[in-house]
């Protein structure tokens, strides 16, 4: 105790001390500081990463929702609609150029001609694979979006190369043609088939009046209007001759050329409308001859079917076969009746509803029916080939499709026929089908029926395709179909008297100049989309 008189002395707290146990204390203190500083870099780190590979894929990601520096996709229906679209122009270049090949070998021979011969048989070729990839396209094959894009890109590498051929030799062919090719010889030549096909208009109308009234309306309703037609286009290649004329005489080959590539495609049309009223009458006078035998053959081919019992279609259950022979029993009972009727019928008709009715029971005997079935097919692809042709102006890349199929659906049967195992067509000047005997009965006609069976009955068709060749109708009768379907879709692009009193509409129709102005359409020449335009529009 200090008293006020002491001096003042200073309070000391006591200092810690330094003991061991006080150290290691402190040294726990700074480990347990370090953990957290490293846990919490460490998930700046992550963190940063992170980022970094967010920020990468944003940039380059095509699903929606960010920034794409990537190409856009093509959308599926889009892209199909484009492929459509060159086939479409593919088809159109290469019958304009066999078309016009055709004249100018006409004038030239065909060793001048040779080279664009081939260069028109490779683009075919290369349009084929074309038309056979887009016709399993359009059967679902394949199926996932990735494969059906190779597809559809593999059709529009098909059309370009096609294109290409004909592209490169568009030049050539134009010398082959000549500088005054819209005068002399070419025109003569012209006048001489234009000439040539008026009198077989003529004669082509009387033999479709023939043909209605002893077969019926329904019989020639595949070539109803086309004598019309043919006319329509004579019209037109009338009008384009004179115009071709009267160019060459004023010294401008160059405008006559344009009205004479014109006036051939008018004439080569108005002989396909021609050509096809001949070829349905040959075909129905020769299915008026078959018809008595074929209906013996598939009488007799369900009797043996009836004999043999579920033995004679294994796979078949028995009362499933059993329908099948009730059903072909009542088309062939209605047939007679047809055919006995004091009324016209049409034996084509009639020829196909036998062989339809017998195909679901065929034992794979041949013979008649067989024969039948080829006939019906290749009038049912002739027709519809026919069709397409005269209207390519405006018939759609699915038609085209359809009839190339059927093309190849019968070229097939055609190489089964001659042995081929590949299925191919033999070529020009290949050995066919064997010459027949004319004696020779086909094998399911019994040797006791008295019927005479007409000679040109080729009893070498396979036994074992009669379903398949009649699916090559149905290919064919499908693309007749669609291709009507276009042609009243569209409608008339040029409606008018003046159109029609100068053929136009129906120039434009055929494909024969663009859908322009009435005075304005380019006629197409020799070449692929780059040069099938080169002459450009036709003058007025």
């Known amino acids: 105790m200090t008293t006020q008189h002491d001096p003042p002395v200073a309070i000391t707290r006591p200092r810690p001390t330094c003991t061991p146990v006080a150290a290691q204390a402190a040294q726990a203190s700074a480990v347990d500081l370090v953990l957290p500083l490293a846990a919490v870099g460490a998930a700046g780190v992550v963190a940063g990463y992170g980022y970094v590979r967010r ?13 794409s520096t990537a190409p856009a996709v093509e959308p599926l229906p889009e892209l199909d609609r484009r492929t459509q679209a060159l086939l479409v122009e593919a088809d159109d270049c290469i019958r304009t150029s066999r078309e016009e090949l055709a004249c100018a070998a006409a004038l030239s021979g065909p060793g001048p001609a040779a080279p664009y011969t081939r260069a028109v048989r490779e683009a075919e070729a290369e349009l084929a694979a074309a038309f056979a990839m887009r016709q399993r396209y359009d059967e679902g094959v394949p199926a996932e979006e990735t494969a059906r894009r190779h597809t559809l890109a593999g059709i529009d590498g098909r059309c370009a190369e096609a294109g290409r051929r004909l592209d490169a030799e568009a030049a050539g062919f134009d010398r082959l043609r000549g500088p005054e090719f819209g005068a002399g010889a070419a025109l003569e030549a012209a006048e001489a088939r234009f000439r040539q096909l008026a009198g077989r208009t003529g004669a082509a109308q009387a033999t479709l009046a023939e043909l209605t009234a002893r077969y019926g309306p329904a019989a020639s309703a595949g070539v109803t209007g086309y004598v ?42 108005a002989a396909v409308f021609v050509d096809e009223v001949h070829r349905l009458a040959t075909a129905l006078t020769t299915a008026a001859r078959w018809l008595p035998a074929a209906l013996t053959g598939a009488e007799a081919q369900l009797a043996s079917v009836r004999a043999a019992g579920p033995a004679a279609r294994p796979a078949v259950p028995s009362g499933e076969l059993r329908s099948r022979l009730l059903h072909a029993d009542a088309v062939l009972d209605s047939v007679r009746q047809e055919v006995t009727a004091p009324r016209p019928h049409d034996p084509l008709g009639l020829l196909r509803r036998v062989v339809r009715a017998t195909a679901p029971l065929d034992t794979g005997r041949g013979g008649v029916l067989a024969a ?18 005269t209207h390519r102006g405006v018939v759609g890349a699915e038609a085209r499709t359809r009839l190339a199929a059927a093309e ?21 000047g290949a050995a ?15 040797a006791d029926v008295p019927i005479g069976v007409p000679a040109d009955v080729s009893v070498s068709v396979p036994a074992d395709v009669l379903t398949d060749v009649l699916a090559c109708g ?3 009768t499908q693309a007749r179909e669609l291709a009507e379907l276009d042609v009243r879709t569209h409608g008339n692009p040029h409606d008018g008297p003046t159109a029609h009193e100068s ?38």
């Open 55 to 67: 920020t990468r894929r944003a940039r380059t990601r095509t699903t929606p929702g960010g920034p």
């Open 474 to 476: 149905d290919l064919a």
């Open 372 to 389: 039948a079935a080829s006939l019906v097919a290749r009038s049912d692809v002739a027709g519809a080939g026919g069709f397409v042709a």
């Open 432 to 446: 066919g089908a064997p010459e027949e005997d004319p004696a020779a009965v086909p094998a399911d006609i019994p």
């Open 228 to 269: 019309e037609q043919a006319k329509d286009r004579l019209v037109f290649a009338t009008s384009r001759l004179n115009r071709a004329r009267q160019t060459a005489d004023r010294g401008e080959p160059g405008r006559a050329a344009l009205h004479l590539r014109a006036a051939e495609g008018g004439v080569a049309q």
């Open 503 to 540: 053929g136009l509409a129906g120039a434009v129709l055929g494909g024969l100049l663009s859908p322009g102005a009435a005075q304005d359409g380019t006629p197409p020449s020799f070449g692929g989309p780059r040069t099938r335009d080169r002459r450009g529009p036709a003058p007025t």
């Open 408 to 428: 190849r659906c019968l070229a097939r049967m055609d190489g089964r026929a001659d042995g081929r195992a590949d299925g191919r067509a033999p070529q020009d």
